[in-house]
């Protein structure tokens, strides 16, 4: 079986066509995490009681997109886990996919930037994008191109080892998985995606700036 998480943060406007996208898959538990305070965990019961590989987790605590993601990968079941973002910007296949290419890796995650990739978006962010991935792989020297793309599959014993060494919970945790992962020489394969940018993104400009300055801080206690 394999696991796929789903955090959610006041989501009830697309939650409900993502579950019906993803209920496509077989052979899959999907886990929401919802944290907020929206319809979006009574959208999520409404599905449950129908399908039994839908699980609702709701946290205590609001910590962050990846304390979200940590909390349901600690209630996954399957060999190989991973998440998507709630607005699900990339194609169906991609997913698909990506479980299937960690068979041969630890880590798969989704690029906008190898070669195969398609990508629908502003310009500006276009531009914004490419700017925060040269600055990430100065700072940290990784080699990928793309570290902050919404989907991203791990072996299940690959993300136990290093959720206890990661120290950060918000959009920066991406970085320092990779950067972490990469430092204990676990396999990270570049799986190229059809992404389309969703409108109501959750990332606006002032927590862009909060990440970069958080990077810096964090790439110096590493």
């Not at 579950?19 to 899959?28: D, N, R, W």
């Not at 609001?62 to 996954?76: D, E, H, V, Y």
């Not at 920066?172 to 109501?200: C, M, N, S, Y």
């Amino acid at each position: 079986m394999n696991s796929l998480v789903i955090p959610a943060y006041n989501e009830e406007k697309r939650v409900e066509k993502t579950i019906k996208s993803l209920l496509k898959l077989k052979g899959f538990e999907l886990i929401f995490v919802v944290d907020g305070d929206d319809r979006t965990s009574k959208i999520v019961s409404k599905y449950m009681e129908e399908y039994d590989n839908i699980q609702l987790i709701r946290p205590v605590v609001r910590k962050g997109k990846w304390a979200a993601i940590i909390l349901g990968f600690r209630k996954a079941k399957g060999d190989f886990v991973g998440f998507v973002d709630a607005d699900l910007p990339i194609a169906f296949n991609d997913i698909i996919n990506g479980f299937e290419l960690i068979k041969s890796s630890d880590i798969v995650i989704g690029s906008r930037t190898v070669g195969g990739a398609k990508v629908k978006r502003e310009f500006l962010r276009s531009v914004y994008s490419r700017l925060f991935n040269f600055y990430v792989r100065v700072l940290y020297w990784l080699p990928y191109g793309d570290t902050q793309c919404g989907f991203k599959v791990f072996k299940k014993q690959v993300i136990k080892e290093l959720i206890p060494k990661i120290k950060t919970r918000g959009w920066e945790t991406d970085v320092e998985i990779l950067f972490t992962a990469r430092k204990h020489g676990f396999k990270v394969a570049e799986q190229p995606v059809a992404w389309q940018e969703v409108k109501g993104t959750k990332l606006k400009a002032r927590a862009m700036l909060m990440m970069i300055i958080n990077l810096f801080k964090l790439r110096f206690s590493l």
